[in-house]
């Protein structure tokens, strides 16, 4: 393993960060179809769809599936009357549905991450076993349900007895709906909700199911939106097979050459944190910690990052006097860490951080996310 080199690791980290920040946005991902049935015939008039077929816009309500088949209904079908269609005949699909994004996003600002997940399911909950069909308007919030689900689920399992306790079932609803999310091959971000999925099962201690997912799918190429979480998937794969060498490259990987997604970035850096904790590398695990806890304050990944850190310096982790990079000793640009970060540590007791984990609504953007209109 290389020797770790400071200055320039941070230098290269602070260049990245500034691109991901940059570039960051609210991603579209795909859509959970894997959720309970929709009604069938008999059960009410369905969800209000409207369809483009042979270049043609029609005005239909969805009922359920059969086998891979559409069940639905024409506006004015007598009663226990349906058809079937053929996803692949459909060429856009439109749901009638309104997510009320302010709420969504006002929980998400909060990191009240469980009810931004049920704030938008509310509204999209009836298209989800329908998102295969193409470019509908729901997958990128069903999507976002799933990430956020997710969140929620990461949060309680860091918190108390009760919470923790609670952490399993949030992470089954997450890999429910984000594994459901893949079927939506249509949509460039369908392999990033599968490895999602898989990471959630990872999460549950699934390792075995997990391997066999991620086995199942192609190694993305450079560039591919699914190339960073891959790795990352990959990483946390290693690491938990108790292989942490082999998951520091893996976490690497993703960090050099993902394209900086805000939401995988941070998870490669601390998973590189928790690679050297274990191979007792306790300065470079300190200082990785650090530059999270400062690069990404007010979020999930920040506060986690900070507690470590916390916890390093109590018990004197890295006590034990670091090893002087020669660079270091011949540039004079040597830095006393442990000083650095007791100062970063007792102001951040007293910082008043903001969420920038959320995603924005654009300037000018509608207040309400409106479905289908006739």
Known sequence: MQPFRRASFWGWIAAALTAAAASAQVRSLPPPATARPAANADAGPGLRAFVMMDNTRREIYLLGRSGTDVLYRMPNSPPGVSAALKPETVQRAEFDFRVEENAAYAFARRREWRQAAQQILAAVQPALPFLDLPENNAAPWAMQAGLYLRKAAQSAARGDERARAEAPRLFAQAHAVLRAAGAATWHYQSEVAQIRAILCLLDLGRTDDAAKELALLREPDKGDASFGVYWLARGELEFARGKFVEAMDAATRSLIYENKDVETFPDALILSARCYEELNE?????????????????????????????????????????????????????????????????????????????????????????????
Do not use: C
Not at 313 to 324: Q, R, S
Not at 345 to 358: G, I, R
């Open 282 to 374: 306790m300065h470079r695990t300190r200082d990785i910690y650090y530059e999270v806890a400062r690069l990404f304050r007010g979020t999930d990944w920040g506060d986690n990052a900070r507690r470590r850190l916390r916890r390093i310096m109590k018990d004197g982790l890295a006590a034990e006097a670091e090893e002087t990079d020669i660079a270091a000793v011949f540039f004079g640009s040597a830095e006393d860490m442990d000083a650095i970060i007791n100062q970063f540590l007792a102001a951040s007791e007293q910082d008043k951080e903001v969420d920038v984990d959320a995603p924005r609504a654009e300037p000018g953007a509608e207040t309400g996310a409106e479905g289908a209109v006739p």
